[in-house]
């Protein structure tokens, strides 16, 4: 599937996280949003691959689980997940409030608000969309 093929925000984050593990970082980059804060960092699409090659190809996403979407406002969702980076003593488990716009072109990732473990020590499966409304720190990236 292709960003062209997304029909549905779960499949745009499907489709990100299957770029992720395969290390198709130009099609994570593709996925932003144009008004995208990252695009903001980097603006030029060259820049962000010769960055991924040499930082993010050492990072495992070893699971992910979708828990959820709404709906903001027409064309615009919120998708809570959660995604475990890398093995043992090493891994990491992250929380994600993905924020999704529909385009022209289809579903777009725009930022997301994101916990790690030290901010929520509850059970994975029960994390839910309140643990994010009540968070002290709103930062989107």
């Known amino acids: 599937m292709t960003l062209d093929e997304v029909t549905t925000p779960s499949e745009l984050l499907n489709q990100r996280m299957l770029a992720l593990t395969q290390g198709d970082f130009g099609l994570i980059y593709d996925s932003y949003h144009p008004e995208a804060p990252f695009l903001g960092h980097f603006p030029d699409r060259s820049e962000y691959l010769e960055f ?3 930082q993010l ?53 725009h930022s997301a608000q994101k916990l790690t473990s030290e901010d929520y020590s509850g059970s994975i499966d029960e994390i839910s969309f309140l643990v994010f409304d009540q968070a002290v720190q709103k930062i989107r990236f």
């Open 52 to 54: 991924a090659q040499q």
């Open 57 to 109: 190809l050492e990072i495992a996403l070893v699971e992910w689980k979708t828990f959820g979407q709404r709906e903001k406002q027409k064309g615009k969702v919120e998708i809570l997940l959660w995604m475990r980076i890398g093995e043992g003593a090493a891994a990491q488990d992250l929380f994600e409030l993905a924020l999704l716009f529909q385009t022209e072109a289809g579903w777009r990732y």
